[in-house]
């Protein structure tokens, strides 16, 4: 398992993208923001090309900011992750649970807050 970069966008043109062993056959595969509430998910071939595996959703309000993966769930499938503002410095947070094959579980969805006055991650 392995994941390699999560990009976020300076601005909401920008592509996001987050690299990893999605069906554990040790070719990179990626998921990309393809619409502002929408990931699609690219298994790769042997022969370079690439295969739909899965077409992940945001609510359609909520503009996705910033996505990721990693295995939550310690069960060694990469994980998806999306984030997405909520205003003031509230974030939605989205998780796809992987199965290993390049298909995910249902969308779970939590609403986060920094407290008042705080910024950054520490």
């Known amino acids: 398992m392995i994941a390699i970069a999560a990009a976020s966008p300076l601005q909401a043109a920008d592509p996001l993208v987050a ?3 999605i069906d554990n056959d040790d070719l990179v595969d990626m998921a990309i923001v393809t619409s502002p509430t929408t990931i699609t998910v690219y298994l790769a071939n042997p022969d370079g090309s690439y295969t739909v595996s899965a077409i992940l959703s945001a609510p359609k309000t909520q503009q996705i900011s910033n996505i990721g993966l990693y295995d939550r769930d310690g069960d060694g499938d990469l994980d ?3 984030t997405s503002p909520a205003g003031g410095t509230s974030w939605y947070s989205y998780t796809w649970l992987g199965n290993g094959d390049g298909t ?3 969308r779970t969805t ?3 807050s920094w407290p008042k ?3 950054g991650f520490f």
Do not use: V
Request: aromatic share 34%.
């Open 80 to 82: 998806l992750y999306a």
């Open 117 to 119: 006055g705080r910024r």
């Open 19 to 21: 690299f990893g062993y």
């Open 104 to 106: 995910f579980g249902p």
């Open 110 to 112: 939590e609403k986060w």
